[in-house]
């Protein structure tokens, strides 16, 4: 090593980025403003999500509740009564537009909403037609309690 250069100072040197700088107080306010932002719209929508399973609950407890005084009813009403109580409760859950329904369009929806065929193929049909007729209108009565009671909000 007689006076030659060292070969390693001959190579350019590292050229990395510079160190980023200290977060300033503006970027932690930033921050913690998005963070609360995130945490108040996750609330909000576990708190909509609840109020909509329990609005559905109150629903059909109103509806059961109202189904369960049909019985006192004079033999002829307990059909109109029923009908009176599915219109509430289908307004509630499905929309106005729903419940304003008649004919075979408003059993194919008592069909959709509770997952059945019983309206407008089977005894359910008496919504329609022994409803308004001129001979004894026989109510649904415990089966239609049973529907009432099972319903599940469609997925």
Do not use: C, I, N
Not at 120 to 132: A, E, F, I, M, N
């Amino acid at each position: 090593m007689d006076g030659a250069p060292d070969p390693l100072s001959l190579l350019r040197p590292d050229r990395w980025p510079a160190p980023p700088e200290a977060m300033t107080s503006g970027d932690l306010v930033f921050a913690a403003v998005l963070g609360a932002a995130l945490a108040v719209l996750v609330t909000a929508l576990g708190a909509l999500a609840r109020r909509s399973r329990g609005r559905a609950g109150s629903d059909r407890r109103q509806a059961l509740a109202a189904l369960a005084r049909v019985p006192d009813l004079p033999a002829p009403e307990q059909l109109a009564a029923e009908a009176a109580v599915l219109r509430r409760f289908v307004a509630a859950v499905a929309g106005p537009a729903a419940a304003r329904l008649d004919g075979d369009a408003w059993l194919a929806e008592l069909d959709r909403l509770f997952r059945t065929s019983f309206f407008s193929k089977g005894h359910g049909r008496r919504l329609v037609d022994d409803l308004y007729g001129a001979g004894p209108a026989e109510p649904l009565g415990p089966t239609l309690v049973r529907f009432v009671r099972s319903w599940r909000r469609p997925p």
